[in-house]
């Protein structure tokens, strides 16, 4: 199936350590993003690349480093855990361009609960 | 910086009656693009309608319509006949013909009762 993957979907870890979501998408796209939606909804960007060049990088900590090893990838790694990341962090992608609908095509999410 | 605002954090509707969900913007831009998604409880985002700012038309898709305002800057979507599978959070979202972020509103998480 075309669509975008996101592993794990559920991760459950301790304070302090550190973990990588992976994410991956068959579409073609040249364009990725990380999102964390919080408990209330939000859905806040984090960072975005096109074909393989950081583009966005808002304001967060800098435990939180993306890596973009190609097109097709956009992992995220997050060092020392914080409780307060604990949220869904979703990954999308998208064609750019003016042809098309540019609409974002969205991964399934990965739920970090952090102890 | 582009802004997005849904006024109704929570909505309902009876099972087969129409709702309309509100959505204005802010923006010095005259060419974009607006979006609405549906979150169902799976947490997945799912495309539901897209408009260009330069089709004067209103899109539609099946039972999901927009009115699209320009020089209000407004974009609501309108559910006709409405179903228990379409309880979900709904998001509004704008991005720039030329951008490539995404602004997203708040959301409204609009629930059909049977």
């Known amino acids: 199936d075309t669509a975008v993957s996101q592993t794990p979907k559920y991760l459950v870890t301790q304070m302090g350590n550190d973990k990588s979501i992976k994410c991956e998408q068959n579409?073609?796209?040249?364009?990725m993003y990380w999102y964390k939606q919080d408990s209330k909804k939000f859905l806040k960007i984090m960072f975005s690349?096109?074909?393989?060049?950081?583009?966005i990088n808002e304001t967060v900590p800098n435990r939180f480093s993306p890596k973009s090893p190609d097109k097709a990838h956009l992992n995220l790694h997050i060092n020392s855990l914080e409780l307060g990341d604990s949220a869904v962090y979703f990954c999308?992608?998208?064609?750019?361009?003016?042809?098309?609908?540019?609409?974002?095509?969205f991964g399934p999410g990965t739920r970090l609960t952090v102890l | 910086a582009q802004t997005v605002t849904q006024s109704q954090p929570e909505m309902s509707v009876q099972e087969a009656e129409t709702v309309t969900l509100s959505c204005t913007y802010d923006?010095?831009?005259?060419?974009?693009?607006l979006f609405w998604y549906k979150q169902p409880p799976s947490r997945q985002m799912i495309l539901v309608i897209r408009?260009?700012?330069?089709?004067?038309q209103n899109a539609t898709e099946n039972r999901f319509s927009v009115n699209f305002q320009k020089a209000a800057k407004s974009f609501s979507l309108k559910i006709s006949d409405s179903q228990l599978g379409d309880t979900a959070m709904y998001f509004c979202?704008?991005?720039?013909?030329?951008?490539?972020?995404?602004?997203f509103g708040t959301g409204t998480s609009l629930t059909v009762i049977p």
């Open positions: 999308a992608s998208r064609r750019r361009g003016l042809a098309g609908g540019n609409e974002q095509f």
């Open positions: 579409l073609g796209h040249d364009t």
């Open positions: 690349y096109n074909n393989k060049e950081l583009i």
């Open positions: 923006t010095s831009e005259s060419n974009y693009y």
């Open positions: 408009q260009e700012a330069y089709k004067q």
């Open positions: 979202a704008f991005m720039r013909i030329t951008g490539n972020q995404f602004y």
